[in-house]
């Protein structure tokens, strides 16, 4: 076969097709066959019924189990909060400056990164990303001190 004859193949495919029989005729009939008769209307039947009432109870279930993880969550939240306050207490200590001009210089930008830390807290003091943050600049700033001391 040949370009030209698979051209005129697909021509010819682009016409329209009557079908074979008259699909009106038996909707009809379907839809006023219902229409006349709604009680006996097409029931589940007892299996799909059974799947259906074990889906929902799966739904509930999971349901509930997201809402008790949630507000085990919630409640996890504020036990953490004293820890953030003791770091807060150890970091109103006096300003620390190491002799050492590469520790001061992190010093100086720890020691603004706490205040700034600080200071977004008191706009939102309930936030667990901000006590991680303060406490991960105490423990950089606890660090230092560490390095100081082993560098004499």
């Not at 040949?2 to 495919?13: A, C, H, P, S, Y």
């Not at 949630?70 to 620390?96: D, F, G, K, L, N």
């Amino acid at each position: 076969m040949n370009e030209f004859e698979w051209l005129r193949q697909m021509r010819g495919l682009n016409q329209p097709v009557a079908p074979r029989s008259d699909l009106w005729s038996r909707i009809d009939a379907a839809l006023d066959d219902t229409a006349s008769h709604p009680d006996t209307a097409p029931a589940a039947p007892p299996r799909a019924r059974h799947g259906r009432i074990w889906t929902m109870a799966a739904s509930l279930a999971a349901i509930v189990v997201l809402a008790c993880g949630v507000v085990w969550h919630m409640h996890a939240i504020p036990q953490s909060m004293p820890q953030v306050a003791s770091h807060a207490t150890q970091a109103e200590a006096p300003r620390w400056k190491p002799s050492d001009p590469r520790l001061a210089g992190a010093a100086l930008e720890l020691e603004a990164a706490r205040m700034e830390l600080q200071q977004a807290m008191q706009q939102a003091p309930d936030s667990p990303a901000l006590q991680r943050l303060l406490q991960q600049t105490h423990a950089q700033q606890n660090y230092l001190r560490e390095l100081e001391k082993q560098a004499g």
